[in-house]
């Protein structure tokens, strides 16, 4: 009888029978692979090398770089049951290191910081403390972009002959011309607060970001003499000089300049801190925050006295008004509670900073008095002069040198309010509700929604002409001028203008304008 033949193993069954002893593998190493698949943090990438200063090229649309991110893994592969103890540890360790990460991104850091170590990357910004060298030493519900609220029509028909030569002057401020507005970008994310220095020698304009990330943008600067075609002699086109330095951890709220040193510029943050540039040494020092890094404290605005340069006053998120002594420790501060929602914004009397006004997400501007400060232990707080309510929140109250108190609120209204015999008044002294009520209320859209900075009246502070005067951010795409009796001025527009301008600031002295964008870009009218 011939010997059975073995039977032929067909190359499906030996890849079956591979594919089992894999599956066999993989199931009995399925603890290691677990500690494998569990993310680690993610080494911090290099520092990239600082580019040349030379102008950037030609613009190209380049597609935006992605953050690195771990590479997704199948549980399923890995032997782990949906259930499992290790998957769910997984995902546990995932949340808990997403988790840090954004924690760590918005600590307040403390002490003093060099402006080379914190310098902004990238090519708009790559300038650095080079961008600082010539400030050192110095002396309808919903908008219609584009559709003008106030026209040349407006300032022809004007009788009153005083009005009209102001509305002349005011409407001839031009657009700032040696670049685009869309190449000023004066900080990487939202303009939220924004302030010039009050240098007469050329403009330079403070602007602070969303993120905590300071501006720097001197006016005066020179563009390179270009081609037809917008290159220089390198064949590149050339960007602005701006720098931008991470300053704080969270929004920049506010500016102050100081009134005894031209080179500090004081910034406040809802980061719980308040900091002190220096200018001429390219440092960034840390004169308030509270003792304990974890306590919330966040702060919407500061003002100082010129006649007492050491102390700052200041307001929070929580309404709370604060007074500090910058020559004493850090977390030293007089807090006193004066409502409890928050204040938006607030301002001195720049001529007796005594008296102060404050705009509240509880409907009022109230007018305080420093010099009598009233009740006990917790509940001690400035004298309340006098308040007046609005239909909705107000979000800011700006004090001219004339007296006058401009107010922003949700009810579309901008509110003029006029006080010119308020240094007389005594300690603690009542206002009666009369002269409570605003002297002019003026139709203005003030729904910014979601992702446009509040907008808020600034007065020009020290107007050469003595006429005073602020400016405010318009939905369609302007900046507006008025004059204290609620009078339109000037209605600023100019070419390539493609977001709000929302946060406006007057020059204390000059007829020059500046608005920032929600995309980091600066307007200048001069």
């Given at each position: 009888?011939?010997?059975?033949?073995?039977?032929?193993?067909?190359?499906?069954?030996?890849?079956?029978?591979?594919?089992?002893?894999?599956?066999?593998?993989?199931?009995?190493?399925?603890?290691?692979?677990?500690?494998?698949i569990i993310p680690k943090p993610a080494p911090k990438p290099k520092p990239k090398p600082r580019a040349s200063a030379t102008p950037r090229a030609k613009r190209e649309v380049k597609t935006r770089e992605q953050p690195v991110r771990a590479t997704r893994q199948s549980s399923r592969l890995a032997g782990l049951d949906a259930d499992s103890?290790?998957?769910?540890?997984?995902?546990?360790?995932?949340?808990?290191?997403?988790?840090?990460?954004?924690?760590?991104?918005?600590?307040?850091?403390?002490?003093?910081?060099?402006?080379?170590?914190?310098?902004?990357?990238?090519?708009?910004?790559?300038?650095?403390?080079?961008?600082?060298?010539?400030?050192?030493?110095?002396?309808?519900?919903?908008?219609?972009?584009?559709?003008?609220?106030?026209?040349?029509?407006?300032?022809?028909?004007?009788?009153?002959?005083?009005?009209?030569?102001?509305?002349?002057?005011?409407?001839?401020?031009?657009?700032?011309?040696?670049?685009?507005?869309?190449?000023?970008?004066?900080?990487?994310?939202?303009?939220?607060?924004?302030?010039?220095?009050?240098?007469?020698?050329?403009?330079?304009?403070?602007?602070?970001?969303?993120?905590?990330?300071?501006?720097?943008?001197?006016?005066?600067?020179?563009?390179?003499?270009?081609?037809?075609?917008?290159?220089?002699?390198?064949?590149?086109?050339?960007?602005?000089?701006?720098?931008?330095?991470?300053?704080?951890?969270?929004?920049?709220?506010?500016?102050?300049?100081?009134?005894?040193?031209?080179?500090?510029?004081?910034?406040?943050?809802?980061?719980?801190?308040?900091?002190?540039?220096?200018?001429?040494?390219?440092?960034?020092?840390?004169?308030?925050?509270?003792?304990?890094?974890?306590?919330?404290?966040?702060?919407?605005?500061?003002?100082?006295?010129?006649?007492?340069?050491?102390?700052?006053?200041?307001?929070?998120?929580?309404?709370?008004?604060?007074?500090?002594?910058?020559?004493?420790?850090?977390?030293?501060?007089?807090?006193?509670?004066?409502?409890?929602?928050?204040?938006?914004?607030?301002?001195?009397?720049?001529?007796?900073?005594?008296?102060?006004?404050?705009?509240?997400?509880?409907?009022?501007?109230?007018?305080?008095?420093?010099?009598?400060?009233?009740?006990?232990?917790?509940?001690?707080?400035?004298?309340?002069?006098?308040?007046?309510?609005?239909?909705?929140?107000?979000?800011?109250?700006?004090?001219?040198?004339?007296?006058?108190?401009?107010?922003?609120?949700?009810?579309?209204?901008?509110?003029?309010?006029?006080?010119?015999?308020?240094?007389?008044?005594?300690?603690?002294?009542?206002?009666?509700?009369?002269?409570?009520?605003?002297?002019?209320?003026?139709?203005?859209?003030?729904?910014?929604?979601r992702w446009v900075t509040i907008l808020k009246p600034q007065w020009q502070k020290a107007p050469k002409d003595n006429l005073h005067k602020f400016v405010i951010g318009n939905m369609n795409r302007f900046v507006?001028?008025?004059?204290?009796?609620?009078?339109?001025?000037?209605?600023?527009?100019?070419?390539?203008?493609?977001?709000?301008?929302?946060?406006?600031?007057?020059?204390?002295?000059?007829?020059?304008?500046?608005?920032?964008?929600?995309?980091?870009?600066?307007?200048?009218?001069?």
């Amino acid at each position: 009888m011939p010997p059975k033949k073995e039977p032929v193993m067909s190359a499906f069954e030996r890849k079956r029978l591979e594919n089992i002893a894999n599956n066999n593998a993989i199931l009995s190493g399925i603890s290691t692979t677990a500690e494998k698949i569990i993310p680690k943090p993610a080494p911090k990438p290099k520092p990239k090398p600082r580019a040349s200063a030379t102008p950037r090229a030609k613009r190209e649309v380049k597609t935006r770089e992605q953050p690195v991110r771990a590479t997704r893994q199948s549980s399923r592969l890995a032997g782990l049951d949906a259930d499992s103890n290790v998957l769910k540890r997984k995902y546990e360790v995932e949340a808990e290191v997403k988790a840090e990460e954004a924690k760590a991104k918005k600590l307040r850091v403390s002490g003093d910081l060099q402006l080379g170590d914190i310098k902004v990357e990238g090519r708009k910004w790559d300038n650095g403390l080079d961008g600082l060298a010539g400030l050192k030493g110095l002396a309808v519900r919903g908008a219609q972009p584009g559709v003008r609220t106030f026209t040349d029509e407006d300032v022809k028909e004007t009788t009153d002959k005083d009005l009209k030569n102001l509305r002349l002057r005011m409407s001839g401020l031009k657009l700032y011309e040696k670049w685009e507005v869309n190449d000023i970008k004066i900080t990487p994310q939202r303009v939220y607060s924004m302030g010039f220095h009050p240098t007469e020698s050329k403009p330079i304009i403070f602007a602070g970001d969303k993120e905590g990330a300071m501006g720097v943008f001197d006016a005066s600067q020179e563009m390179p003499e270009v081609n037809e075609d917008g290159e220089d002699e390198n064949g590149e086109y050339p960007n602005p000089i701006i720098s931008a330095f991470k300053t704080h951890s969270r929004t920049i709220s506010s500016f102050h300049f100081s009134p005894a040193d031209e080179n500090a510029v004081f910034s406040a943050s809802y980061d719980s801190s308040i900091r002190k540039l220096d200018l001429d040494k390219g440092v960034s020092m840390e004169v308030f925050a509270p003792a304990d890094s974890k306590e919330e404290l966040p702060i919407s605005a500061i003002d100082m006295a010129a006649s007492d340069p050491h102390v700052i006053v200041f307001s929070t998120l929580h309404g709370s008004l604060g007074r500090h002594d910058i020559r004493e420790k850090t977390s030293s501060a007089d807090i006193w509670q004066l409502t409890e929602q928050k204040i938006g914004g607030f301002s001195l009397h720049p001529r007796h900073p005594h008296l102060l006004a404050t705009a509240s997400l509880d409907r009022t501007l109230k007018i305080w008095d420093l010099r009598k400060i009233t009740g006990k232990g917790d509940l001690r707080h400035p004298a309340l002069l006098g308040e007046h309510e609005s239909r909705l929140s107000v979000s800011h109250a700006s004090w001219s040198a004339g007296g006058h108190i401009a107010t922003s609120s949700y009810d579309d209204r901008i509110k003029i309010y006029n006080f010119p015999d308020a240094g007389s008044w005594e300690p603690g002294h009542d206002i009666s509700d009369k002269d409570m009520k605003p002297t002019a209320s003026i139709t203005h859209n003030n729904q910014t929604g979601r992702w446009v900075t509040i907008l808020k009246p600034q007065w020009q502070k020290a107007p050469k002409d003595n006429l005073h005067k602020f400016v405010i951010g318009n939905m369609n795409r302007f900046v507006d001028v008025f004059a204290a009796n609620g009078e339109q001025l000037a209605q600023l527009d100019g070419d390539g203008i493609t977001a709000v301008p929302a946060v406006a600031h007057f020059h204390p002295t000059q007829d020059w304008v500046a608005g920032g964008t929600a995309s980091g870009k600066l307007c200048l009218w001069m």
